[in-house]
């Protein structure tokens, strides 16, 4: 979800549906950067502009925001929402798509897949402590090596190898892969 955390933006959502005014409008603006990013990859080829699915989407947030689990993840709920409002966006231009539905369908399954992905990752990471969270990240994450990590979190290699040794480990515990 590029920048933006799900932690973040549903806790922006949770005090929103709470009546905080303040919380509702950066929610929307964050929201509304994450779908922009989204509806661009999308609409590169269909002739459609971008904003319209933004907006669309933006909306139908508004209205269905009661429909949100506030004990689930606000990701996938937000880009089920854009999808759909993607898919009846290319059913109106009618009878002259620019581009096949199925070409989009399978790039749509592929970045949900890849949001659901991001999103089991940052739950794990949740689990660690901090020192251990920013060694994986590091490392497993970005793709550092170890020496690269120790240097920019001011540790030695010894360290960094222990951190993310037991990072991983309280990762699979956790998750159930012993």
């Known amino acids: 979800m590029s920048d933006v955390d799900d932690g973040d933006i549903a806790r922006l959502l949770r005090a929103a549906l709470e009546g905080d005014e303040r919380a509702y409008g950066d929610f929307l603006h964050k929201t509304a950067g994450l779908i922009r990013a989204w509806a661009r990859r999308r609409t590169t080829f ?9 907006q669309e989407t933006l909306l139908a947030i508004h209205v269905k925001r009661h429909t949100w689990r506030s004990d689930g993840p606000v990701a996938p709920w937000l880009y089920a929402i854009a999808r759909h409002k993607l898919v009846d966006a290319l059913r109106r ?16 399954a592929a970045e ?9 990752i940052g739950r794990a990471l949740e689990t660690l402590t901090p020192g251990q969270r920013s060694v994986v990240t590091a490392i497993s994450v970005e793709g550092r090596t170890i020496a690269e990590a120790a240097r920019s979190l001011e540790m030695n290699e010894t360290a960094v190898r222990v951190a993310l040794h037991r990072g991983l480990a309280a990762i699979a515990r956790r998750f159930g892969r012993d």
């Open 93 to 108: 231009q009618g009878r002259h798509p620019r581009i096949e539905i199925s070409e989009v369908e399978g790039r749509l």
């Open 46 to 54: 269909s002739g459609l502009d971008p904003e319209d699915i933004v």
């Open 112 to 120: 949900e897949a890849e949001s659901v992905r991001d999103w089991e």
